[in-house]
């Protein structure tokens, strides 16, 4: 039999969190299962971290968030890949029944594979990404090559793998 909990915020934690998730607006993310244990989606305007080893499925959670956005909702996302080329993508999200390419035609989705040269890296101060989505930098290759007009609702950006030194 399983132990009961004495503190009363364990006994009835249902209720002060569906309360507080009440009260924070929140994005869908159409994956089942997902939206209820969250209830509602992921917060709303805020990023959320996804972390796990390799081959855990962070990348196709992500590009499921955004594929089911732009079908469910309607809301147009962009997806930042720093590891992945984009061929690979759009291969493995196929396995879910999704066409990366077709999303992209219908300016729905849009996914760029970023490469930047260790020897290209700068820091400078702070950085947001309306700067990547800014239509007036269109001249850049990449992700700036359809992002005039578009309205990106989601954004997901996989992060560039750990630099591995020699031993």
């Known amino acids: 039999m399983p132990a009961k909990s004495l503190d009363p915020a364990v006994r009835r934690?249902?209720?002060?969190v569906a309360r507080e998730a009440a009260t924070l607006p929140k994005c869908p993310t159409g994956i089942a299962g997902l939206d209820e244990i969250t209830?509602?989606?992921l917060p709303r305007d805020r990023p959320t971290l996804v972390a796990g080893g390799p081959g855990c499925g962070k990348t196709l959670l992500a590009l499921e968030f955004l594929v089911r956005g732009a079908l469910n909702y309607r809301e147009p996302g962009v997806f930042f890949s720093f590891e992945e080329p984009e061929r690979?993508?759009?291969?493995?999200v196929r396995s879910l029944g999704f066409d990366l390419a077709?999303?992209?035609r219908r300016k729905l989705l849009l996914v760029d594979h970023l490469q930047i040269e260790r020897s290209e890296i700068q820091v400078?101060?702070?950085y947001?990404?309306?700067g990547p989505l800014h239509p007036a930098r269109s001249g850049d290759?990449?992700?700036?090559r359809q992002a005039r007009g578009a309205r990106q609702r989601r954004v997901v950006v996989q992060r560039a793998a750990r630099p591995r030194?020699?031993?």
């Open 165 to 167: 030194h020699p031993a």
């Open 88 to 92: 690979d993508l759009v291969a493995n």
């Open 39 to 41: 209830f509602g989606g």
């Open 128 to 130: 947001d990404l309306r």
């Open 13 to 16: 934690r249902d209720k002060p």
């Open 102 to 104: 077709d999303l992209e």
């Open 141 to 144: 290759q990449g992700h700036r």
């Open 124 to 126: 400078t101060g702070e």
